[in-house]
T-cell receptor, first 113, second 115 residues
Framework: AQSVTQLDSHVSVSEGTPVLLRCNYSSSYSPSLFWYVQHPNKGLQLLLKYTSAATLVKGINGFEAEFKKSETSFHLTKPSAHMSDAAEYFC???????????FGPGTRLSVLP | NAGVTQTPKFRILKIGQSMTLQCTQD?????MYWYRQDPGMGLKLIYY???????DKGEVPNGYNVSRSTTEDFPLRLELAAPSQTSVYFCASRWDTVGLNEKLFFGSGTQLSVL
């Protein structure tokens, strides 16, 4: 069965410093992995996805994630945080043939001035 | 292009009342989903549909029903509302090309309180 663990429920960084949001997964299949972002009172928006091509995936707004099969990880990074990055971030793995998506519990990112 | 539209945005129900959450998409997506979001729990799948006339249960279907009479619409029905159904509900849709276009498009959510 697929599952997702997000190791931090809340991360706080200063503006201009790097961001690291951690995600570990388990999957019986070669997984597709995603990061979604949810700004306050909004729906979720896709940041980036990994689907067995390059292991380093670039997304929108300067975010990147690296797929590491040996560590079953898919951590999200950004070199320099911006105030507008403050949001909830969800790591997601597909279940089976993509008919279902398993969401992690989310990490709330705060960006301090 | 409106994308995924959910109504209402907010609703307060009394215990035992019923209501329907509306979801419509204008992207001709076959796959549609209903999720609920509870604090610290991520999103849990309630029901999903792979096309008009076809629906299936997700992880937490109890207390809910769905129908899919058209490609565009996927309403979620709550019968006999209970406090445990207090949550934020999201509808989502996507293309049906497996492995290629798995991006989910989300509505803006419905915040439901059952008191």
């Amino acid at each position: 069965a697929q599952s997702v663990t997000q190791l931090d429920s809340h991360v706080s960084v200063s503006e201009g410093t790097p961001v690291l949001l951690r995600c570990n997964y388990s999957s019986s299949y070669s997984p597709s992995l995603f990061w979604y972002v949810q700004h306050p009172n909004k729906g979720l928006q896709l940041l980036l996805k990994y689907t067995s091509a390059a292991t380093l995936v670039k997304g929108i707004n300067g975010f990147e994630a690296e797929f590491k099969k040996s560590e079953t990880s898919f951590h999200l990074t950004k070199p320099s945080a911006h105030m507008s990055d403050a949001a909830e971030y969800f790591c997601v793995v597909t279940k089976g043939y993509g008919q279902n998506f398993v969401f992690g519990p989310g990490t709330r990112l705060s960006v301090l001035p | 292009n409106a994308g995924v539209t959910q109504t209402p945005k907010f609703r307060i129900l009394k215990i035992g009342q019923s209501m329907t959450l509306q979801c419509t998409q204008d992207m001709n997506h076959n796959y549609m989903y209903w999720y609920r979001q509870d604090p610290g729990m991520g999103l849990k799948l309630i029901y999903y549909s792979v096309g008009a006339g076809i629906t299936d249960k997700g992880e937490v279907p109890n207390g809910y029903n769905v129908s899919r009479s058209t490609t565009e619409d996927f309403p979620l029905r709550l019968e006999l509302a209970a406090p445990s159904q207090t949550s934020v509900y999201f509808c989502a849709s996507r293309w049906d090309t497996v492995g290629l276009n798995e991006k989910l498009f989300f509505g803006s959510g419905t915040q439901l309180s059952v008191l």
